[in-house]
């Protein structure tokens, strides 16, 4: 199989014009034209994920984050590009579109909180949907720590018996939330007046970190292409990790 036979199936899951203008996704790394056995998948295409991919045999690595995001001004033997070329090794990237997708981020966060009642509103990252019962704010930090394995989980008071998610940098979602009849924010980055506004409208929002709203992505990717691939190897990163530990 060549590498262009992933970028065209990960185009139907995710299409690339549905990332925003600003993003750098596809194929960042790597010619299409390669052939692949085996592919690494991982939030983030950092040193130490390149370095195994090389030490499975894995020529091709799949992430969520860009590996290139901005115009490269130099290049060191510890950078991420400079490692790829090195080892020969591709680079595919699935970001904003991603997020947006049927079968993407939000979809995947909604799915491990248990959400039930489900609908993606792409056009605004944000997927709505209601928990199993309705808990206090402290109540269901605990089962968002818990399910997420998150290493710590940042909320305000209030009820929640409908959510709104928004995975990783997604904290302006939380001035949307009313706008989708929910009454608690689930996002991976919450800044300041984020939290002053949702104390302001009563909404109980939660931050649970950037890396963990979004690495429950890569599980349910890495599943859809075994199975549209059957004769690939496709194997989840054991070194693809949250950067930050909490107390």
Same mark, same amino acid.
């Given at each position: 199989?060549?590498?262009?036979?992933?970028?065209?199936?990960?185009?139907?899951?995710?299409?690339?014009?549905?990332?925003?203008?600003?993003?750098?996704?596809?194929? #960042?790394? /790597?010619? %299409? !034209?390669? @052939?692949?056995?085996?592919?690494?998948? =991982?939030?983030? &295409?950092?040193?130490?994920?390149?370095?195994?991919?090389?030490?499975?045999?894995?020529?091709?690595?799949?992430?969520?984050?860009?590996?290139?995001?901005?115009?490269?001004?130099?290049?060191?033997?510890?950078?991420?590009?400079?490692?790829?070329?090195?080892?020969?090794?591709?680079?595919?990237?699935?970001?904003?579109?991603?997020?947006?997708?049927?079968?993407?981020?939000?979809?995947?966060?909604?799915?491990?909180?248990?959400?039930?009642?489900?609908?993606?509103?792409?056009?605004?990252?944000? #997927?709505? /949907?209601? %928990? !199993?019962? @309705?808990?206090?704010?402290?109540?269901? =930090?605990?089962? &968002?720590?818990?399910?997420?394995?998150?290493?710590?989980?940042?909320?305000?008071?209030?009820?929640?018996?409908?959510?709104?998610?928004?995975?990783?940098?997604?904290?302006?979602?939380?001035?949307?939330?009313?706008?989708?009849?929910?009454?608690?924010?689930?996002?991976?980055?919450?800044?300041?007046?984020?939290?002053?506004?949702?104390?302001?409208?009563?909404?109980?929002?939660?931050?649970?970190?950037?890396?963990?709203?979004?690495?429950?992505?890569?599980?349910?990717?890495?599943?859809?292409?075994?199975?549209?691939? %059957? !004769?690939?190897?496709?194997?989840?990163?054991?070194?693809?990790?949250?950067?930050?530990?909490?107390?």
């Amino acid at each position: 199989m060549k590498i262009n036979d992933i970028v065209a199936y990960t185009q139907c899951i995710a299409p690339y014009e549905s990332a925003e203008d600003w993003d750098n996704v596809g194929l #960042l790394a /790597g010619s %299409p !034209d390669e @052939e692949v056995c085996r592919v690494l998948l =991982a939030l983030d &295409i950092t040193a130490d994920v390149i370095e195994e991919a090389h030490e499975k045999g894995a020529s091709m690595i799949i992430s969520h984050h860009p590996v290139i995001f901005e115009p490269l001004r130099a290049l060191s033997p510890d950078e991420p590009a400079y490692l790829l070329a090195k080892y020969g090794i591709a680079a595919l990237c699935l970001h904003t579109n991603l997020d947006r997708a049927e079968q993407g981020v939000n979809t995947a966060l909604g799915a491990a909180l248990g959400l039930n009642n489900t609908r993606l509103f792409p056009e605004d990252f944000i #997927l709505t /949907g209601e %928990p !199993d019962k @309705e808990y206090d704010a402290a109540g269901y =930090a605990e089962v &968002i720590k818990e399910r997420l394995n998150a290493p710590s989980v940042r909320f305000t008071q209030g009820k929640v018996s409908r959510v709104a998610v928004s995975s990783g940098g997604g904290g302006e979602g939380v001035m949307l939330a009313e706008k989708y009849g929910c009454d608690a924010f689930i996002s991976g980055e919450l800044k300041h007046h984020h939290y002053l506004y949702a104390v302001q409208h009563c909404i109980a929002a939660f931050d649970a970190g950037h890396f963990s709203t979004e690495d429950v992505v890569i599980k349910p990717l890495k599943d859809m292409l075994a199975e549209r691939f %059957p !004769d690939t190897g496709f194997i989840i990163s054991e070194r693809s990790k949250c950067p930050y530990k909490a107390i």
